[in-house]
């Protein structure tokens, strides 16, 4: 290797560390965003695996290679040789706009899959039996919302079990399925919920509805992307403020074009094959 051709090799090492440390360093809601491009990409190109950052290893690890290290518990689609998807959302139950989200469901005759928040739980507990009454799957979100990344193994853990516990008294069983809030969670956590025999599912099609977008906008961020086997994220919770009104008038006509272009909109566990719960 020539002068030259070091420098250049070193140039572009320093540049792509100092960009990691960019990514690492954003909040989680960026961090969230950054991923979801990610998976968008997945989703049009599924040669071209990106680098998931927001989980720690010794190496950076691919979405792809973490799949393929835990296929039996990491999930960010289900077989893309089926017309089956699955539509996904997250931070219920809240009072006002999940009880929307399921009117229309319910009018679509459509399942959804629902990853509840333990401490929305507590405050909505008929909302979280209606959702189990009406159908639909129930997976779990954490106690609080909590960046798992920024947890100790006791606490992660307690965000877990304090959530299935909730989750079993309000509805008389516990999930088997969990997603990390804003997707981040780290190997060792993943390795520990396989121990668990949890299936950790993420998404590869994303709404990005969480910032308050239009309906519109909404659909543009989801209809282009979905191909067989895609699990899709939106929200039917939001905090103090929050606005989902997008979503909801989204939703009918994403499930409609959904619908004529052949898909069967099913929960995760069986666009997965796996059980319900534990």
């Known amino acids: 290797m020539n002068k030259l051709s070091f420098f250049l090799f070193f140039l572009v090492f320093i540049i792509h560390i100092f960009w990691e440390q960019i ?8 961090k969230a965003e950054v991923f979801s491009q990610q998976v968008n ?6 040669v071209n695996w990106p680098v998931l950052n927001i989980i720690e290893s010794s190496q950076p690890l691919t979405l792809k290679s973490i799949n393929m290290k835990y296929p039996n518990t990491f999930f960010m689609s289900g077989a893309n040789t089926k017309s089956k998807i699955a539509l996904t959302f997250d931070d219920a139950p809240d009072a006002t706009f999940t009880p929307l989200v399921l009117d229309i469901l319910k009018k679509k005759g459509v399942k959804a899959t629902f990853f509840v928040v333990g401490n929305r739980i507590e405050k909505y507990p008929e909302i979280a039996k209606r959702i189990v009454r009406e159908g639909h799957t129930i ?33 008389g069983f516990s999930s088997n399925i969990i997603r990390p809030p804003y997707g981040n969670v780290t190997e060792k956590q993943i390795h520990w919920l396989a121990g668990q025999h949890k299936k950790v599912v993420y998404w590869n099609v994303d709404s990005l509805d969480w910032k308050g977008l239009k309906a519109q906008q909404v659909i543009n961020n989801v209809l282009p992307y979905v191909r067989p086997g895609s699990i899709i994220l939106q929200h039917s919770g939001t905090g103090n403020g929050g606005d989902l009104s997008g979503t909801v008038n989204a939703l009918p006509i994403i ?17 997965l094959n796996i059980p319900v719960n534990n």
Do not use: W
């Open 255 to 271: 499930i409609d074009e959904l619908k004529k272009k052949g898909f069967n909109l099913v929960t995760v566990p069986e666009l």
């Open 41 to 46: 990409t997945v989703a049009t190109n599924s």
């Open 139 to 171: 997976g779990n979100h954490s106690y609080n919302h909590a960046n798992f990344t920024k947890l100790n193994d006791e606490e992660f853990r307690a965000q877990i079990n304090k959530t299935d516990t909730l989750i079993n008294n309000t509805i």
């Open 23 to 30: 990514v690492i360093g954003k909040s989680p809601q960026a």
